[in-house]
């Protein structure tokens, strides 16, 4: 992905602190209106996010992203189980919501981030989260994008990609 084909968008969302504030993705240029039509759904849904920032805010810095309850996209870095293979992060056609709410669970059974453990029961639904059949992934759907908590085998509840990937 060429960083011209690369674009940042300033979005309006709702907080958990229930106020709107502005964040940041970064997104591949052929998905910007994808993006922008589904964060206009979770607003108008008053789904809170507890930030969005562009992943440099955290020296690219995965772990450190998730473990701030980051909502972010574009980030140039690998597939954590599969090295060698870029991630669609890298090509801008991903977004990870509410980390803390939506932990990444691999095969493995580690919780990522760690804080996300106490959010791994999802039929305990509580603010932020997202769960099969809600309208965030009803969002999604809706211009194409898959949802990485419908894996087969791992679970990446915070994941939603243009590629199902």
Known sequence: ?????????????????????????????DQVSNVVT???????????????????????DD???????????????EVESSPGTWSEHAYGRAIDINPVQNPYIPRSGEVQPPAGRAYTERSDKRPGMVVAGDDVVAAFRSVGWEWGGNW?????????SSTGR
């Open 1 to 29: 992905m060429a960083v011209e084909d690369l674009r940042l968008l300033t979005l309006t969302h709702w907080g958990f602190d229930g106020l709107v504030h502005t964040g940041q993705l970064v997104v591949a240029q």
């Open 63 to 77: 772990d450190r992203s998730m473990a701030a309850n980051n909502t972010s996209a574009f980030n140039c870095r």
């Open 152 to 160: 087969a085998g791992s679970k990446d509840y915070q994941h939603f």
């Open 38 to 60: 589904v964060m206009r759904r979770l607003f108008d849904l008053r789904f809170p996010i507890d930030r969005m920032e562009p992943v440099d805010n955290y020296g690219g």
